[in-house]
């Protein structure tokens, strides 16, 4: 990877490898993350290159001990918050970004009951037409949305942003014990919390999370745990 970086810092790629690389770019996060580190070491070490060669051509060669004790704070003063930057950029974590990488729409359901609504509501989920599948709950009669439709429903305003009303349906799944979406209205809550950016819900989530061994979500909650305790989450 750290060629395919130095000839695009380079522009010694091919026009079509370019394209395909800054596509890359604009696609991929983590790719994007690693360019900007290598890019920064790059230039810092082009300049530690030129600040030597200045250093060889001007000083005598008397001078040379300590034009090179000089050139090398010169280095340090360079290197040192270069390197702090590229450790965030490698290691630090924000909210969204959090988010977007553990927020997947779950699969969807038929069951027996009403096959003829959750049909046509499963087909707009499986499209990811979040607003559609809302109008399409908020047009069912009250008795009619069951839990089935108030977890998808929570999942959709999650996705579309609104998640104090998100919040509102994942925790009464959570009260009400029912089995069939407990554990992952416990996941989805966690969710919220993270793209909330109320780290402390976040922590009381996966607390709740990890303290059940044979919860589904408990290695992704362990992750985000890990992330949100991190001193560089959220510095950016």
């Known amino acids: 990877m750290e060629d395919l970086f130095e000839k695009y810092w380079r522009g010694t790629l091919s026009e079509a490898e370019r394209q395909a690389f800054g596509e890359r770019l604009h696609t991929e996060p983590e790719t994007e993350t690693a360019y900007r580190s290598f890019v920064l070491a790059a230039e810092a070490s082009r300049r530690l290159a030129e600040i030597e060669l200045k250093s060889i051509m001007i000083k005598p060669e008397a001078a040379e001990a300590k034009s090179r004790s000089i050139s090398l704070w010169k ?11 590229g450790f ?9 970004e959090l988010f977007a990488e553990s927020f997947l729409m779950p699969s969807t359901v038929v069951t027996r009951s009403d096959l003829d609504s959750q049909s046509t509501f499963t087909k707009l989920l499986n499209a990811e037409d979040c607003q559609a599948a809302l109008a399409f709950v ?5 008795d009619r949305k069951t839990n089935y439709y108030r977890y998808y429903e929570g999942i959709c305003l999650l996705k ?3 998640l104090k009303n998100a919040e509102i349906i994942f925790h009464t799944l959570i009260q009400s014990q029912d089995s069939r979406f407990l554990a992952d209205a416990e996941w989805y809550s966690l969710l919220t919390a993270v793209k909330s950016n109320n780290r402390e819900v976040a922590q009381d989530r ?3 999370i990890l303290s059940d061994e044979n919860h589904p979500h408990r290695e992704q909650a362990r992750k985000i745990k890990r992330k949100i305790s991190s001193p560089f989450y959220n510095l950016w």
């Open 206 to 208: 996966c607390e709740t």
């Open 88 to 96: 965030f950029f490698f290691f630090g974590t924000d909210s969204q």
């Open 138 to 142: 908020d047009g069912l009669d009250d």
């Open 75 to 85: 280095i340090a003063a360079v290197l040192i918050p270069l390197g702090v930057l």
């Open 160 to 162: 579309t942003g609104d």
